[in-house]
């Protein structure tokens, strides 16, 4: 508050005057918002310099200035500066003696000031000027903020009275109203109970010490009562209307957040959507990637069938020259036959010493092929131990896949229970599902990719037999290429030794027959191994059917999945629009209320209309008994008079006693 000290020694100094020092002390440390100058003296320059001041102080709530002893023109210019004002609530001009001007300046106030609530005027002289009062009337009547209004001991007549009521007709904000100890009367009582009708917030009058009847009194007590059951039932349906229209607005905010809730989880499951198709997608490209792979293995196996079985017609194109070398060796031999009957006799220990040697070379190779064929057998049992194997993953697969299956319906059958038994529980089931969803998709893919290294393993293995079998079919055919170029090396030597060793040669011709029979035994396992291959191969492309099919139960799957999300999605679209049906069905019954609280309103000014017009009624009757007991009274009064008259004329007639 210095800064109102300064500010009051500021202008105080501009005007020429000396500040009052009782007013500085009591702005030096004044309460918070309150200036009280009650019962010191104010100058009239200390009231222009006040005046100045409250023109534009925000600070100051509550002015008190009561018993100061203000003049008219110190008067005037307090309230000048405060017409302006906009922060005082409460203005106390107690015991002040203000007279015509100073009823004119408050009139003035009363029309622009927004801001005072509480005026006291008691112990002044405002009703004994009519005209100056007749405008402080005016002023009240314009006024929209004061609330309570204190007009004790202010000289107030039945005129005075008049304009009050005339005031308060036009007024609808001041709510008490305190008149005692005025000259109110009896004319002024009824002018200020007929003001009722007009007005509905005044809620207390007090018209004691007015000479004022008591059913005058009664009907401004009823007035009031009136008053204040009205306002009781308006501040009753205002609350019942804000409560109304806060349960309103609660739902509204309630189906929004509903509504951007349910639009978050369509948002997350498209999102989910997205994911799932973008990892079906990687899914099938790896098992496209797979079953390329696959064909290109099958491509290099018919390579390599072809290769062999090539390899099988020259080795039979091989052995018909032979045969057709054998045949023309023996046309030469039947026309030599005699020439090397004498030589054979010569030959026989040289070729027996041969044939045995022929012998156990070929008992070696013999031993070799054996070999060979054991090994041919074990890498046969290899791949078929291998291919049972496959046979069991797939079928381990299956069942896995089988059993992901019944999981997933199963978890779908739960999720819809748990969705039908609360659907206030919804993002948590949802939630739940995605998680367990999340969890089988997991599971099937950490399946798949075991069971696909499994296979991958296993068709590493294959290769690794498959090499191994190309090897020994490679040394089988390295040493069928060195028995066959024994032969020709035999074949050669027989020729330039025919006639010399023609017996050893017959021999050596049967031993021939019976190698070009275990060259055909050979062949035909060969074709043996050749069919299984092919066998072999059409497993495989089965196999790789097996897998085109899965791949297609896959994206099967995956399409009833986005079905089954876009099931799902229009079924939220479809619980959203219940949810807009049941905000439209809210809003009606908003509507439904609202009209029944406006048909409330009316049924209770129509009731209000009943009871003034009852009021009214009651009013001329009261008017008409109170006539009655007046004349009843001016009846009585005559009477008496007649019988006071009477029996002083009677005394005064009356003879004197005797002395």
Not at 343 to 360: D, G, H, N, T
Not at 588 to 609: F, K, N, P, T, Y
Request: charged fraction near 30%; charge should be neutral; proline fraction near 1%.
């Amino acid at each position: 508050m210095e800064a109102l000290r300064r500010a009051y020694s500021r202008l105080c100094q501009q005007s020429g005057a000396e500040p009052q020092e009782a007013v500085l002390q009591r702005l030096l440390r004044p309460p918070r918002g309150r200036l009280d100058l009650a019962t010191q003296s104010l100058t009239v320059d200390s009231c222009r310099a006040l005046g100045k001041l409250l023109r534009a102080e925000a600070q100051l709530t509550e002015l008190v200035l009561s018993d100061c002893m203000l003049s008219e023109e110190g008067a005037a210019l307090l309230l000048r500066g405060l017409c302006a004002n906009t922060a005082v609530r409460l203005l106390d001009l107690k015991g002040n003696n203000l007279r015509a001007s100073g009823a004119e300046a408050l009139g003035r106030l009363l029309r622009q000031n927004k801001s005072i609530q509480s005026l006291t005027l008691e112990w002044n002289s405002l009703g004994a000027w009519e005209d100056a009062f007749a405008a402080f009337c005016g002023g009240l009547a314009a006024n929209e903020a004061l609330r309570q209004l204190d007009l004790r001991n202010n000289q107030i007549s039945h005129q005075g009275a008049e304009q009050l009521a005339l005031a308060l007709k036009g007024n609808t904000t001041l709510q008490q109203l305190d008149l005692r100890w005025n000259n109110i009367g009896l004319l002024g009582g009824r002018a200020l109970v007929s003001c009722f009708p007009s007005n509905r917030s005044l809620r207390r009058l007090d018209l004691a010490g007015n000479n004022v009847p008591g059913d005058v009194l009664r009907a401004v007590e009823q007035g009031a009562g009136h008053n204040q059951d009205r306002q009781a039932t308006l501040r009753e349906s205002q609350a019942r209307t804000q409560v109304l229209s806060q349960e309103v607005r609660h739902l509204r905010e309630e189906k929004s957040r509903q509504f951007l809730d349910l639009m978050e989880t369509i948002d997350k499951q498209r999102d989910e959507m997205a994911q799932s198709s973008r990892a079906s997608a990687v899914r099938v490209g790896q098992l496209q990637e797979a079953l390329s792979e696959r064909h290109s293995i099958i491509n290099a196996l018919k390579a390599k069938l072809q290769m062999t079985e090539a390899a099988l017609a020259l080795s039979e194109h091989k052995a018909q020259e032979l045969g057709e070398r054998l045949a023309a060796s023996e046309q030469g031999q039947l026309s030599q036959a005699q020439r090397l009957e004498t030589e054979r006799r010569l030959e026989r220990q040289e070729a027996a010493e041969r044939e045995s040697k022929l012998l156990r070379d070929l008992s070696a190779a013999n031993e070799k092929n054996l070999l060979l064929r054991d090994q041919v057998d074990e890498a046969e049992r290899k791949v078929g131990s291998l291919q049972e194997q496959l046979f069991q993953a797939r079928q381990q697969l299956t069942t896995t896949a089988a059993e992901l299956k019944l999981r997933a319906i199963q978890a779908e059958e739960r999720l819809d229970a748990e969705r039908e038994r609360s659907k206030q529980n919804l993002q948590d089931v949802e939630s739940l599902r995605l998680k367990e969803v999340e969890h089988m998709t997991r599971h099937l893919e950490e399946s798949e990719r075991a069971m696909q290294e499994r296979v991958q393993r296993l068709e590493a293995t294959r290769l690794a037999l498959e090499e191994e079998l190309s090897r020994v079919k490679a040394a089988a055919l390295t040493e069928r290429g060195q028995a066959e170029e024994e032969l020709i090396k035999a074949r050669q030597q027989a020729r330039l030794d025919e006639q010399q060793r023609l017996a050893h040669l017959e021999e050596k011709l049967r031993l021939l027959g019976q190698a070009r029979d275990e060259a055909q035994g050979a062949c035909l396992q060969q074709r043996q191994t050749v069919a299984e291959a092919q066998a072999r191969a059409g497993q495989l492309g089965l196999q790789v059917e097996g897998l085109r099919r899965r791949l297609e139960e896959l994206q099967q799957e995956l399409s009833d999945k986005e079905q089954e999300k876009v099931a799902e999605v229009a079924r939220a679209r479809a619980e959203l629009r219940a949810e807009r049906t049941a905000q439209q069905a809210l809003r009606e019954q908003v509507e439904a209320l609202e009209r029944q609280l406006r048909g409330l309103a009316s049924d209770h000014r129509e009731a209000l209309l009943d009871r003034e017009s009852e009021n009214a009624s009651l009013r001329e009757k009261l008017r008409l008994r109170e006539a009655e007991i007046a004349r009843i009274r001016v009846d009585e009064a005559q009477r008496a008079s007649f019988l006071q008259k009477a029996v002083l004329a009677y005394v005064q007639g009356a003879p004197s006693p005797p002395q």
